[in-house]
């Protein structure tokens, strides 16, 4: 059996200790990769391409809330990403897996539990917590703005994030190695899919689903 790769993103080290007390008690041999912040979770991802799994604390410095899940999500669409939040009620986890990941693991969880859930996820399957209840999203604007979300392609999800982090669209342009025009293209397709007229407002709607979990 070939060596697991697992990335474990959280800015708080006690915390990325248990997790990688859960993940290294688990049979099987797996490489672990910590991260301390979002740019560190992305290189992480970026230097680990064939990785099985990340840990994604939702409150992680340098990105906001669901933002960081989307941008990650875009770039590596392979890589399954569980939520790690302390925020852990089924508002938050339904959001979670809304917006593209594979799972979620409360941080209020055991180390058996963290590990069922981990387990879950690499066997293909969604790990919730056994609190989680199943049901629609109870604000109807939220709803609508994740279903607009979900018609955005990866590139597009990107771009907007890179927006939503203040980028100027030449500086989208040489992050993303394309011209200046693909991106405005690509701006004006994301206002259309979010039925906004500018950047300052799409950021706004970006922001109505980046609360600020503990």
């Known amino acids: 059996m070939n060596e697991q790769t697992i990335i474990i993103a959280d800015d708080h080290p006690l915390f990325r200790d248990a997790l990688r007390q859960a993940v290294g008690g688990m049979e099987g041999a797996r490489a672990i990769v910590e991260a301390g912040d979002f740019e560190a979770a992305r290189e992480a991802a970026k230097t680990n391409p064939d990785a099985d799994l990340m840990l994604l604390d939702l409150a992680m410095p340098g990105i906001s809330g669901f933002s960081g899940l989307i941008s990650l999500r875009a770039e590596f669409a392979s890589l399954p990403i569980v939520i790690i939040s302390a925020t852990d009620d089924s508002q938050t986890v339904r959001r979670s897996l809304e917006l593209g990941a594979s799972g979620f693991i409360s941080k209020s969880a055991d180390i058996d539990e963290i590990r069922r859930g981990i387990q879950t996820v690499l066997a293909g ?4 917590p056994p609190s989680y209840q199943e049901g629609r999203e109870l604000d109807p604007e939220i709803a609508d703005l994740i279903r607009r979300l979900q018609t955005l392609t990866p590139q597009q999800s990107r771009v907007l994030t890179m927006v939503s982090e203040g980028l100027l669209n030449k500086q989208i342009a040489y992050e993303l190695g394309v011209s200046e ?16 007229d500018s950047r300052t407002q799409a950021v706004i709607q970006l922001s109505k689903i980046n609360m600020a979990p503990a």
């Open 125 to 128: 399957d969604i790990a919730t």
């Open 181 to 196: 025009a693909t991106i405005k293209a690509h701006v004006s397709a994301i206002l259309l899919k979010l039925d906004v």
